[in-house]
């Protein structure tokens, strides 16, 4: 064999060679680029579905705390129907507490609280409505009031 052969089946294999290589990263570049986007659009995917249901959860569950607050509000409003009963209104702890109990479970609060608000021309009423309550109704311990 020629030195002539050699060298051209030298330069055959080198092409060859570089060929194959070239062809590799090609289809390595393609399958890699490929499988980022697949995965990217897929944990976008998750991202946003878990978002939604987060967001349609805290939804529901602020709905159900309002609602909660509506009615254990309409029913204080029932007790106390006139302006001029407020801030200094009474609602039976028995009526309150078999409703709001069960209130607070349904939506999940670990307290349901009503606050009278106060104008500070009434503050002095209020002041004195609310110790008379829980004096009379034995709710202070004793010595303290």
């Known amino acids: 064999m020629k030195l002539q052969d050699k060298i051209r089946i030298y330069w055959v294999r080198l092409f060859v060679f570089l060929s194959l290589v070239i062809t590799a990263v090609i289809i390595g570049y393609g399958v890699y ?3 980022a986007l697949q995965q990217q ?3 976008e995917d998750q991202y946003y579905s878990l978002a939604r249901k987060i967001e349609s959860t805290t939804i529901a ?3 159900s705390r309002r609602d909660s607050l509506i009615l254990t509000s309409s029913m204080v409003l029932h007790f106390c129907p006139n ?3 407020w801030p200094n209104c009474d609602v039976p702890f028995s009526i309150l507490g078999s409703i709001a109990s069960p209130l607070s479970r349904m939506s999940l609060l670990r307290t349901l609280s009503i606050v009278a608000l106060v104008q ?3 503050e002095a009423s209020f002041e004195s409505f609310l110790y008379d ?4 109704s034995g709710r202070y ?3 303290e009031c």
Do not use: D, W
């Not at 309550?133 to 009379?136: A, D, G, I, L, R």
């Open 120 to 122: 500070p021309s009434e």
């Open 61 to 63: 569950s602020l709905r």
């Open 33 to 35: 680029a490929t499988l």
């Open 41 to 43: 659009n897929s944990q």
């Open 141 to 143: 311990p004793s010595g």
């Open 83 to 85: 302006v001029t009963m």
């Open 133 to 136: 309550f829980y004096v009379t």
